[in-house]
């Protein structure tokens, strides 16, 4: 089967995946081997160790690569993996500036783990403040998440990459692009160094993996990447990193419908008078709506709002919604719904999602891939509960 570069939808079906040269078989096997056999010591076909390579997770990570426009890939154990491979590249005394409003994981990571090997990170609103304002002479990385979770803020990629590269000590510009997926936003093109998923997320898309990837264009940094992989060895199972190149097929057809119908709940949400606010990047009332229009190509299937009155409205809404379960994660076909300030957000103090906005009201939808008359029905009937 020829490969071929020209539009997302071939690529997902395609990139990596070969027929089988020993059988034909037209899926990538799930090479279920810690080990390889050599003719003569260190003479062997590529293959040694499956901690450093297996042909599985090579298939994924080309796929990875093409989906993103990048050159090279890594496939990780997890999306925090990919944050903390990333971060091990860095010294003591280095300094990260961080988007303020990331996953908690993520900013968990940053804050309680590697502040205490001495890499210490400022967060930081680049919606309302430039880079130039947080950096140090120790800043080595600078950290996007766009849109940012849970408050889906919309941050410019262009414009922080390229603050980040008039600095003279070049730091490494990482966007975790796992909310708006290679289908919508490809921060590569945009200048940025590496780009990070939880393929956890949209990339499976099945809600039956736990993921992660890294991809660059700079292959001494894949080497220092892998270095550190291979080191610390967060690799993912051969199966895994089969589920998620099937699931990679789908990708665009999947994000399409998660898109359209992320636009039209975001409408109806707006419009219901038992929301305060919504907070979805294709609105125009979104503040960063005209930079998401520039940057994306779509809008993508998350939208976070405020519902009226306190924290038992909100728990009365989380326990009536039928179709949307309550759970954390998103990006999978089925639609979920989650609390960040007692789910995904509750690893942040309580003053720091204070002062962020992660109230006891705010609501983070993961809008799934079914029939869209029904998720409306299901929100407006949850709605009418929470008084
Ligand atoms: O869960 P894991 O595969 O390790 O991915 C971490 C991660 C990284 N980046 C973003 C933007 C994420 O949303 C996540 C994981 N997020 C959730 C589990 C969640 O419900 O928000």
């Known amino acids: 089967m020829k490969e071929t570069k020209d539009h997302f939808e071939t690529i997902a079906v395609h990139a990596g995946v070969k027929p089988d040269p020993s059988t034909g078989a037209i899926m990538t096997p799930i090479f279920a081997t810690s080990t390889y056999v050599q003719v003569s010591p260190g003479k062997h076909q590529g293959y040694d160790y499956s901690r450093t390579h297996n042909p599985t997770r090579t298939a994924l990570e080309t796929s990875l690569a093409a989906l993103e426009g990048g050159k ?33 994981g993520t900013s968990r990571l940053f804050r309680t783990i590697w502040a205490r090997h001495g890499v210490e990170t400022t967060f930081a609103d680049l919606t309302q403040r430039s880079l130039q304002d947080f950096v140090t002479p120790k800043t080595k990385m600078v ?53 990070l998923h939880s393929t956890t997320k949209y990339i499976n898309g099945h809600s039956d993996v736990v993921g992660g990837a890294l991809i660059t264009n700079d292959k001494g940094l894949l080497d220092k990447l892998h270095h550190v992989q291979n080191s610390i060895g967060g690799v993912p199972g051969p199966f895994d990193a089969f589920l998620v190149l099937r699931g990679i097929k789908t990708l665009a057809l999947r994000m399409q419908r998660h898109g359209e119908n992320a636009f039209e709940l975001a409408k109806f949400l707006e419009n219901h008078p038992l929301v305060e606010r919504v907070l979805y990047p294709g609105l125009e009332s979104h503040p960063q709506h005209a930079v998401a229009k520039r940057q994306m190509k779509g809008y993508g299937g998350m939208i976070t709002f405020f519902i009226k009155g306190n924290l038992e409205n909100a728990r009365k809404f989380l326990e009536s919604v039928r179709l949307f379960a309550l759970a954390e994660s998103l990006g999978g076909v089925e639609s979920l719904v989650d609390h960040p300030a007692i789910m995904t957000h ?25 029939a869209l008359d029904d998720l409306k029905a299901d929100l407006d009937q949850a709605l009418k509960r929470s008084l």
């Not at 590249?89 to 961080?98: F, I, K, N, R």
């Not at 509750?346 to 079914?370: C, F, H, Q, Y």
Request: glycine share 6%.
């Open 346 to 370: 509750a690893s942040i103090p309580a003053e720091m999602r204070k002062s962020l906005g992660i109230t006891d009201t705010l609501i983070r939808l993961s809008v799934g891939i079914e």
């Open 72 to 104: 090279h890939a890594l496939a990780l154990s997890s999306g925090c993996t990919g944050t903390d491979v990333l971060t091990h590249l860095l010294e003591v005394g280095d300094h990260v500036v961080s988007v303020d409003d990331v996953y908690g």
């Open 143 to 195: 950290w996007i998440e766009t849109p940012t979770n849970p408050l889906l803020k919309i941050i410019d990629i262009e414009k922080v990459v390229q603050a980040a590269k008039r600095l003279p000590q070049k730091p490494i510009v990482v966007v975790d692009n796992t909310f708006a997926s290679p289908y919508f936003q490809s921060p590569l093109d945009l200048g940025a160094d590496v780009v």
